[in-house]
């Protein structure tokens, strides 16, 4: 306040050093001095304002962080509850599978199919987990009291299954190059014997040669259920090849007559395209 009564007063009265200096209110000039402050009170208040908001968005921050990350840990302990043992299961309709575990994937196949299917956990209301195969179907269904429910094209609403054997191990085999050979002649006979003309077939795999091949048995199983469809067969009209490649990402594509299947081999198992995303690359979808 001295400062500011200093810079506007006119004719201040002189005055001892020990003796306090009484100013008129001439000299004081209230609303000059008024004026002074005011850039400076309405800094101050910008300053509070926005340190108060910075607070506010911090806590907020932090309070948005913590609801994260109990909602991960709660979706991740239901996840590992729900997970289904391995084993051989057979459901109300009759169907059976075998469950496997490789890592954190489930990995499910139906009996006389040679596919494995890869399947991924996602939260469900109740606690409940379902259970995904790469095409986004939902196959399987586990509660949290360890109830399983299996769905099918036969049983589109669900069947309930139960424990009834033994686990087996659903990792796929590694095959030599005469049996790789010999695996590649008889699926491209198949499928050319499906088709009614030759139908070459092309694996490169340098990383997981196991891998290329169980994705060569399920991209010619798919082609040869849709050439046994009569509506859909017509969709394989241009097919001349089929080739499996490894890749950095796992993909189906068909583009001037050759089915290109991509591999992903740092994921394993489930980086092999299933079946389900090879039907809907040669079907369109509605």
């Known amino acids: ?4 009564v200093k810079v506007v007063a006119e004719n201040p009265r002189p005055c001892a050093v020990a003796t306090p200096c009484a100013a008129t ?3 004081l000039r209230g609303p000059q001095t008024i004026t002074g402050l005011a850039p400076v009170l309405a800094l101050a208040l910008a300053c509070l304002a ?12 932090v309070q948005a962080n913590i609801q994260a990350e109990q909602s991960r840990v709660i979706r991740d302990q239901s996840v590992i509850r729900t997970t289904p043992p391995p084993g051989r299961y057979v459901s109300e309709a009759g169907q059976a599978f075998i469950l496997d575990q490789a890592g954190s994937l ?3 196949r139906f009996e006389r199919s040679t596919e494995t299917w890869a399947l991924r956990p996602s939260s469900a209301p109740r606690g409940d987990t379902i259970y995904r195969n790469d095409a986004g179907d939902q196959v399987l269904r586990v509660t949290t ?37 010999n695996l590649m002649t008889r699926r491209s006979s198949l499928v050319s014997e499906a088709m009614g003309r030759l139908v070459r077939i092309n694996v490169f795999g340098e990383e997981s040669e196991a891998l290329c091949i169980e ?17 859909a067969r017509p ?3 241009r097919l001349r090849s089929i080739t499996i490649v490894e890749g950095p990402r796992a993909s189906v594509s068909y583009s001037g007559g050759d ?3 991509v591999v992903d081999p740092k994921r394993g198992i489930a980086g092999r395209p299933s079946s389900a995303r090879v039907i809907r690359a040669v079907i369109p979808q509605d």
């Open 235 to 237: 969709f394989l009209d």
């Open 1 to 4: 306040m001295m400062a500011a």
């Open 106 to 108: 489930t990995l499910l």
């Open 25 to 27: 209110p001439a000299t």
């Open 215 to 231: 994705a060569l048995i399920v991209t010619t199983d798919a082609v040869i259920r849709i050439a046994r469809s009569p509506s």
């Open 50 to 61: 926005g340190a108060a908001e910075a607070e506010a968005q911090t806590r907020s921050n």
């Open 145 to 181: 009291g360890g109830g399983i429910t299996v769905y099918t094209t036969r049983t589109p609403g669900g069947s309930p299954v139960s424990l009834a054997g033994p686990p087996v191990s659903l990792e796929p085999p590694s095959l030599g190059p005469v049996q790789m050979f």
């Open 259 to 261: 089915l290109r299947v």
